[in-house]
């Protein structure tokens, strides 16, 4: 069993900045594609951004493509999801996920672990 803790949410300002961390608890982390993905109140839970397990494949929502940047340092098992010129609409639940055994990478039903979750605020 992989457990998954994501930090880093918060309150911020339109066109403000965070980052959210994730760290796996296996080291097996290094051998799982990564994903993060978010809900907003009474949305479905959509996603955001892939990185393949060699950090060789990256992709993301169209809707993030251009601000939101993932990474992965394997040796801290530990991914990240940088997040600039934030807008209201980014205000969500935003989700670590890992373990993808099945499906497209944007398929949050094809992921087996996932982190309990982080609070992002965006203000206008």
């Known amino acids: 069993q992989v457990q998954l803790v994501e930090s880093g949410g918060g309150l911020v300002q339109a066109g403000g900045s965070l980052r959210l961390s994730c760290v796996a608890s296996?080291?097996?982390?290094?051998?799982?594609?990564m994903a993060w993905f978010r809900q907003a109140p009474g949305k479905k839970r959509d996603f955001v951004a892939f990185?393949?397990?060699?950090?060789?494949?990256?992709s993301y929502a169209d809707s993030v493509k251009g601000r939101f940047t993932i990474s992965r340092d394997n040796a801290a098992s530990t991914v990240y999801l940088q997040m600039n010129s934030l807008k209201p609409e980014d205000t969500a639940v935003y989700y670590c996920?890992?373990?993808?055994?099945?499906?497209?990478?944007?398929?949050?039903?094809?992921?087996?672990?996932w982190g309990q979750g982080t609070q992002v605020t965006v203000s206008s």
């Open positions: 996920a890992g373990g993808r055994f099945h499906g497209s990478s944007s398929d949050p039903t094809g992921y087996a672990y």
């Open positions: 990185i393949s397990w060699s950090a060789g494949s990256t």
């Open positions: 296996r080291r097996a982390f290094s051998i799982n594609d």
